[in-house]
């Protein structure tokens, strides 16, 4: 069932955050991955919340 802290940060997490899941073509993830990476970030997740937050800045 894992420990206490997994299960803590778990329900910290389902009501902190809500979840997206995107689907792309085979290879492209590699792609994205490494476009991440290049332009300074650690990790998918946080390449493309910085996308959105600059798309969603443009917008307003």
């Known amino acids: 069932m894992g420990t206490a802290r997994t299960r803590a940060n778990r329900k910290y997490n389902e009501k902190a955050y809500d979840r997206l899941y995107v689907t792309v073509p085979k290879g492209k993830k590699a792609e994205i991955e490494s476009r991440a990476k ?9 390449y493309v ?11 307003k």
């Open 38 to 46: 290049e332009t300074g970030h650690d990790s998918i997740n946080s």
């Open 49 to 59: 919340n910085n996308l959105i937050a600059k798309d969603i800045g443009r917008r």
